[in-house]
């Protein structure tokens, strides 16, 4: 009889520790899958930054072309002259907006996959709480035979 309510009772409190270590192995996986997307998104942030600044380097080659061309054939000051280089600042304008709705995409992701990570955690959390639940409601009986007569 003691034997058994001990055997049950150390495998009551296994399975009290195991959820702990459950619950503690899903704040671990949160806190890195968090910091794996900030990392992702910085980069994100990052090459972002880097193609707009291409984009306005190639405007500014393609500009002083256009000037350089124009001011070859005596038209520089020309409305001809004038377009191209329009045309040109305005296509930069187009690819950096491009550039900008692309970066903003991927932070609406990232921000989804955080959301997404989280839930998995609570949900870990919340079957590790159960688990003790269960522990406790499974040895229920046990542990009114093993402790009554401690406190009787």
């Not at 704040?27 to 193609?51: F, L, T, W």
């Not at 405007?59 to 002083?64: P, T």
């Not at 609570?122 to 093993?146: D, H, K, P």
């Amino acid at each position: 009889m003691v034997f058994s309510a001990l055997a049950g009772v150390a495998a009551a409190v296994a399975g009290i520790a195991g959820t702990a270590v459950n619950y503690m192995g899903a704040q671990k996986a949160q806190k890195g899958a968090e910091r794996a997307e900030k990392i992702r998104e910085s980069q994100m942030n990052y090459e972002a930054e880097r193609e707009r600044r291409g984009v306005i380097r190639q405007a500014l080659v393609a500009r002083a072309s256009t000037l350089s061309n124009a001011t070859a054939q005596n038209a520089a000051s020309g409305s001809g002259a004038q377009a191209g280089m329009g045309n040109v600042v305005s296509s930069a304008g187009d690819n950096i907006g491009a550039v900008n709705a692309g970066q903003q995409f991927g932070q609406q992701m990232f921000a989804a996959n955080r959301m997404i990570s989280r839930g998995q955690t609570m949900q870990s959390i919340g079957s590790a709480v159960q688990g003790i639940g269960s522990t406790i409601s499974n040895n229920y009986e046990m542990f009114q035979r093993t402790f009554r007569p401690a406190f009787s």
